[in-house]
């Protein structure tokens, strides 16, 4: 396992249950895809995705780093996050992103973008620890890569017939919507409708609500992903604008 910078769980708890790394080796490449598959398809109901290998794998998966987060008594992934760096970007003629979405006006930020996505915690993980422990090293990582910009999409469940997502995307303010000269354009748009009068009851996802909370910008409409039943905001983050009060998990990462 390539450690980042001893990056582990003793950072955050003094129980030291957690170890931080990248996969190294095509057996821990296939522990991230057997803990996505478990989570994106079984755990979503996702039948129309399910194969033999149970494993959730893509092109991408080869040209991307994967960081993952180890439950030191068992050995087993818990958590992982698949990173696109724009060295990586550039060899495979695309990010993941533009599959969903037509990304033109950030072409001038291309060799400065990482793209974060598959985000990915096992159930029985999601007390908090691990998805920051995720970002401390998502943090580190875009050091190494002296990257600027975080790019990628952050899903949310049609399961309701898309009353929360709609609730989610209506609910952005103006300091979640990025400048025009940052915005994308879905390729298959979900449509969104008029905002609606009175506020609705929103949940919004811990994965979203933490790349809100930390300044990140969502930069258009959704896009409707029909293979797994949701939409796809695309979301971009300036380091330069993280919020000081979400920030730590990063500046400590980038200061290491």
């Known amino acids: 396992m390539r450690q980042l910078n001893a990056v582990t769980s003793e950072n955050l708890s003094s129980s030291s249950r957690?170890?931080?790394?990248?996969?190294?080796?095509?057996?821990?490449?296939?522990?991230?895809?057997?803990?996505?598959?478990?989570?994106?398809?079984?755990?979503?109901?996702?039948?129309?995705?399910?194969?033999?290998e149970?494993?959730?794998?893509?092109?991408?998966?080869e040209h991307c780093d994967h960081l993952i987060v180890r439950d030191n008594r068992t050995l087993q992934v818990v958590g992982t996050y698949r990173l696109l760096s724009p060295q990586a970007a550039r060899r495979i003629g695309q990010y993941y992103s533009e599959q969903e979405f037509e990304m033109a006006r950030l072409n001038h930020l291309r060799p400065?973008?990482?793209?974060?996505?598959?985000?990915?915690?096992?159930?029985?993980?999601?007390s908090g620890a691990v998805i920051m422990l995720l970002w401390s090293g998502l943090?580190?990582?875009?050091?190494?890569?002296?990257?600027?910009?975080?790019?990628?999409?952050?899903?949310?469940?049609?399961?309701d017939g898309g009353q929360n997502a709609l609730s989610i995307y209506h609910a952005l303010n103006d300091n979640n919507i990025a400048p025009a000269e940052c915005r994308v354009r879905p390729r298959l748009p979900f449509p969104v409708g008029e905002r609606p009068a009175e506020p609705q009851h929103v949940y919004i996802?811990?994965?979203?609500?933490?790349?809100?909370r930390s300044g990140a910008w969502v930069c258009g409409e959704p896009a409707w992903d029909p293979d797994f039943n949701c939409i796809d905001l695309f979301m971009l983050m300036p380091l330069a604008k993280l919020d000081t009060r979400y920030a730590r998990h990063f500046v400590e990462a980038r200061a290491a």
Do not use: W
């Open 205 to 212: 996802p811990p994965l979203i609500k933490g790349y809100l």
């Open 139 to 159: 943090a580190d990582y875009l050091k190494r890569k002296n990257s600027h910009y975080l790019i990628g999409c952050a899903s949310v469940s049609l399961a």
């Open 54 to 61: 149970r494993l959730d794998r893509d092109e991408f998966d």
């Open 18 to 52: 957690f170890t931080l790394s990248l996969a190294s080796t095509p057996e821990e490449v296939r522990e991230v895809q057997r803990l996505r598959y478990q989570v994106f398809v079984e755990g979503m109901g996702l039948d129309a995705l399910a194969n033999a």
């Open 112 to 126: 400065n973008m990482v793209e974060a996505g598959r985000a990915c915690i096992h159930p029985d993980y999601r």
